[in-house]
């Protein structure tokens, strides 16, 4: 994992909330600023804005920063062929105990199915992992198929802010844990810019309940040599710490 990854995963204020599915709890910047986190919402089923989303999906599914795990069980439950990967067990725990597939795992290191994946959903925020997008829609854009697709939930306006944060249950910061870690909140626009940059093209942009998304999609040839598979109907999902398999699972044990 990198150190934020493992800055977020020894939060122990965010692995609670998580368990008891509510709140409060905030990302406080090292300047005190604090942003609430929607615990309560993300521990929730799938909600209209969600499912809205979720409809925009194609193919092979892989959810960053999955978190609980809503979204990854509604697609489940839709029959999709879906993965959630988030760096924190308590994360993955919840994932499973909805019916969702579910791996601990940063995006920065390696995963299931390369190069292969229909579609990445970076929602809640995760747009923000690692604290420097361009270098998350690269990743991202390797874990794709060619011409796949990404939907990002951003910020509203204009937004590009860059800065070490750290998880907090209380206004005051007292129980924080955990060393500070990289993240970045976008708008669309701040996206729009690091996307076209890298290649991206965009084909869609739209708001629901008060959060805003992006779907954009890869180039549809690789622009260097690549060793992933031709991109299949359902993706092979394997890894050594997958949870959740099952005789009909597209997930396998190595």
């Known amino acids: 994992m990198t150190g934020g990854s493992v800055a977020w995963a020894a939060a122990d204020p965010y692995s609670a909330a998580l368990r008891s599915g509510r709140g409060p709890l905030f990302l406080r910047r090292t300047d005190g600023w604090l942003l609430p986190l929607e615990v309560e919402r993300w521990c929730a089923r799938a909600d209209a804005v969600d499912r809205a989303v979720l409809d925009r999906c194609e193919g092979a599914v892989l959810d960053v920063g999955c978190g609980?795990?809503?979204?990854?069980?509604?697609l489940a439950a839709r029959g999709r062929t879906v993965l959630g990967i988030d760096v924190s067990e308590a994360a993955v725990d919840h994932t499973v105990r909805l019916g969702g597939q579910a791996l601990r795992r940063s995006v920065f290191e390696p995963l299931p199915g390369e190069?292969?994946?229909d579609t990445v959903l970076l929602m809640d925020g995760n747009i923000g992992i690692g604290g420097e997008p361009a270098a998350l829609l690269q990743r991202v854009a390797?874990?794709?198929r060619p011409g796949g697709l990404l939907i990002a939930e951003t910020v509203p306006g204009h937004v590009d802010e860059r800065a070490r944060v750290q998880v907090v249950d209380t206004v005051a910061g007292a129980r924080?844990?955990?060393?500070?870690?990289?993240?970045?909140?976008?708008g669309t626009p701040a996206l729009l810019r690091y996307a076209r940059r890298a290649g991206w093209r965009p084909v869609a942009q739209w708001s629901a309940g008060g959060r805003c998304f992006a779907a954009l999609r890869t180039r549809s040839t690789?622009?260097?040599?690549?060793?992933?598979?031709?991109p299949?109907?359902?993706?092979?999902?394997s890894s050594q710490r997958v949870r959740k398999p099952s005789g009909e699972s597209p997930v396998a044990d190595r």
Do not use: N
């Open 142 to 144: 390797a874990l794709l």
């Open 222 to 230: 690789r622009s260097t040599s690549s060793s992933a598979e031709p």
């Open 115 to 117: 190069g292969r994946w």
């Open 232 to 237: 299949k109907r359902t993706a092979v999902i």
């Open 68 to 74: 609980p795990g809503r979204l990854v069980a509604e």
């Open 176 to 186: 924080t844990a955990g060393a500070p870690f990289p993240w970045a909140r976008l």
